[in-house]
């Protein structure tokens, strides 16, 4: 996730998700080969296109909810459905309706529903993840509540930048502070 050469990150993704596959194999009770498998199935999706990564999307939310099932305290999980359902319910009309060609029901979901789980997972474990409090944020602004989304960007934007993921927190964090006129 951290190389910067295009290829490489590729061929990573695609050997992580074979070592995914055959983990789950291996072991299907076990929460960790689930998470494992729906993240890298997405980020394979990724690389294949949006009909590939619409089609995974069903077996991606599967595997996320029985990591959750298996382990209802890993918070990592929790926000990763969390972020499944903030794409769908943000998924502009145009790729909605080019889903709706591909597939007799593509995937939904509801702001609603992905705050649900972003909120669970601070629940879990507060403050683990800076995107998790970046994407609290997001999902308040898209259900105008300024309010509570200032906080949690506030929140983001003031998260201590450690890994790739932070700094990406950061920085959208103090876009959309700006944007809801609060000046960093």
Known sequence: KDSTDAEVKKSCMFEAFEYAKRALQINENNFACHKWYAVLLDYTGEYEGTKARISNAFSVKKHFLRAIELNPNDATSIHSIGFWCFIFADMPWYTRKVAAALFATPPTSTYSEALYYFQL?????????????????????????????????????????????????????????SKIGVKS
């Open 121 to 177: 997972a601070e629940k879990v474990e507060a403050n683990f993840y800076s995107m998790n409090l970046l994407m609290i944020g997001k999902t308040h602004l898209r259900m105008k509540n300024y309010s509570a989304a200032k906080s949690f960007l506030v929140k983001a934007r003031d998260y201590p930048v450690v890994t790739p993921d932070d700094k990406k927190a950061h920085e959208e964090a103090i876009q959309l502070l």
